[in-house]
């Protein structure tokens, strides 16, 4: 047993009580600024009220950045399923050439960061794309954000399938069904729980991303990073913003934890 | 009568089953058309941009040929400054990282009670889906002039530190911190019980077993964590812009540059490029990519 003296013992419960507080007293100002009555957010706060989500929640720019962003989670979080499931299949069950290079290639897109992710699309789209008389627009926005939501559905689906039984669908072959019907029947019902959670995962991914974003958004679509942004740019820290980035919280949390549920009741079985 | 039923015709699926080559591609094709023909081809054409250049006169992109913007990186004295800095950060944040994700680390796999430690795998998860954008409006308005880490400190007399690098560090710190503690903490959980009993029959005290029998165990998963602590650190530019002052990272000069001057931006996109697939290739050697 790993065995420690008593300081040793405190100092390491200083050091995790030190690392919570860190991690959660920035984000605990933040939503508590959101019910600041005052128009610049600041510490400690003299005055609480509701008033700043009232004029969030009227706002007509940031519905419709909420939408965009729901938009664009969406198909990224389409695409991401497809992809994502059918390189897990192929990765899980087969061992090939390049395998670790097909890996690496579906971790690159969330390993590079965002910045470079972000400009070599704006760069395609800009700088080659245009040129060739295709505007990509408003998709270019879905296709970014799909790239690097692959991995969420690969990871959960290929946790799945390595920990499932090969044997039921042989069985399921040699007593006369087709690869669909198998699919259908046998495999699909085992896994489409990690199919979910990864799904749920990449559209939380997506919903606050915001350095890809930046620069594959098409001019005047703004999502709710995108807005967040925008108001931090400003000299004075209006407190609607915190209104805003306490619902990004909330709303990414939702699929997170819902994700965490479908895993951990698969797991339980 | 017949005793036989009689077997399903399925042509598509007698196919594929006699040929396994066929579903792997059939199952790689959309995939890897995506990965690479969108992502890869972006990246190389990236690259290619690099090495174009603009018209001094009209600030026009001409396709052409030049390596003065990779020469620029190492020779204009700003950038090369900005470069180190940025390197320095990185280095800073994955160091912070890693000091505090053993000892948290160990004090979850090891000392704490069952129900602590769910609760602090909970804890240090958690925050990893809060969004980028918000945790660094949250450490902005901690770091604030009105913030919070002031008013703490007002009693005692003394300012906070303010935007600048050290904040911009702590700033990185608090949004990738997740990334290392959650492998760090994995691997030594994995860790067998016998050899920390092994360790302490020869001899070893707690700092002692955990400095040369936990630690070298445990490198694989510090090197998957500060891919992602280092090179996230090295390319961002959001940090530094709202609570780094007048702090420049190469993202902020990548951003900057990506309308005015696109091949500028191209080629010091490569620099973090450069240092990630290195890293990778290093991380893939050490078997550390299965833990990520």
């Not at chain 1, 703004?222 to 407190?239: C, F, K, V």
């Not at chain 2, 036989?4 to 089953?17: A, D, E, G």
């Not at chain 2, 948290?104 to 990893?128: C, D, E, Q, S």
């Not at chain 2, 945790?135 to 919070?148: N, Y």
Request: proline content about 6%; charged content about 10%; overall charge positive.
């Amino acid at each position: 047993m790993l065995r420690f003296s008593r300081a040793s013992r405190f100092s390491l419960m200083a050091i995790v009580a030190f690392v919570l507080v860190f991690m959660y007293a920035p984000l605990s100002v933040l939503i508590l600024n959101a019910f600041n009555e005052r128009q610049v957010s600041a510490w400690p706060i003299q005055e609480w009220s509701f008033k700043w989500w009232v004029v969030a929640f009227e706002s007509e720019e940031i519905r419709a950045a909420l939408l965009n962003s729901a938009i664009v989670a969406f198909g990224a979080m389409t695409i991401a399923m497809v992809l994502g499931s059918l390189v897990a299949f192929a990765l899980s069950r087969y061992e090939f050439f390049g395998k670790g290079t097909v890996n690496l290639l579906v971790v690159l897109p969330i390993a590079l960061p965002g910045v470079v992710t972000g400009v070599a699309f704006s760069n395609t789209y800009s700088n080659f794309l245009t040129p060739a008389g295709f505007q990509i627009g408003y998709f270019g926005m879905i296709v970014a954000h799909a790239t690097f939501c692959i991995v969420m559905v690969f990871n959960n689906v290929f946790a799945r399938l390595k920990r499932m039984n090969p044997s039921l669908q042989e069985a399921s072959m040699d007593l006369g069904e087709g690869l669909w019907g198998t699919f259908r029947l046998v495999t699909f019902p085992q896994f489409r729980t990690a199919f979910a959670a990864g799904a749920l995962l990449a559209f939380a991914l997506s919903f606050d991303e915001v350095v890809v974003t930046i620069f594959t958004a098409p001019p005047g679509v703004t999502t709710l990073p995108l807005w967040i942004l925008a108001e931090m740019a400003r000299p004075n820290q209006a407190s609607v913003v915190n209104v805003v980035a306490t619902v990004v919280i909330v709303l990414s949390l939702i699929p997170v934890y819902v994700s965490q549920r479908l895993s951990r009741t698969e797991n339980e079985k | 009568m017949s005793a036989i039923q009689k077997v399903p015709n399925r042509p598509l699926s007698t196919y594929l089953h006699k040929r396994p080559t066929t579903r792997l591609i059939a199952l790689l094709a959309l995939p890897m058309t995506w990965l690479v023909g969108v992502y890869i081809i972006s990246l190389a054409l990236l690259l290619v941009t690099a090495f174009w250049f603009i018209d001094p006169f009209t600030s026009k992109v001409i396709v052409g040929f030049t390596i003065e913007n990779f020469v620029n990186i190492f020779t204009v004295p700003a950038y090369f400054a900005t470069s180190i800095r940025t390197l320095g950060i990185a280095v800073a944040v994955t160091v912070v990282c890693i000091a505090f994700a053993i000892p948290l680390g160990i004090f979850m796999a090891k000392l704490a009670r069952p129900w602590v430690r769910n609760l602090l795998a909970v804890a240090i998860t958690l925050p990893l889906w809060a969004g980028y954008l918000v945790k660094l409006l949250a450490m902005r308005l901690t770091f604030t002039e009105e913030g919070l880490v002031n008013w703490l400190m007002a009693p005692f007399g003394i300012n906070g530190p303010g935007f600048g690098i050290p904040v911009t560090i702590l700033t990185l710190v608090y949004l990738w911190f997740p990334y290392m503690a959650l492998p760090v903490f994995t691997a030594i959980r994995q860790l067998p019980l016998n050899l920390f009993d092994a360790s302490a029959d020869l001899g070893a005290k707690g700092w002692a077993t955990v400095s040369r029998m936990v630690l070298p165990l445990i490198t694989p998963a510090i090197i998957a964590g500060s891919v992602f602590t280092f090179s996230l650190s090295l390319g961002d530019y959001l940090a530094a812009r709202f609570v780094g002052g007048k702090t420049q990272m190469i993202g902020s000069i990548i951003a900057s540059n990506i309308n005015l001057n696109p091949p500028v931006a191209a080629a010091f996109s490569m620099v973090p490029i450069a240092f990630v697939v290195m890293y990778l290739m290093i991380a893939r050697r050490t078997g550390s990519l299965e833990r990520m």
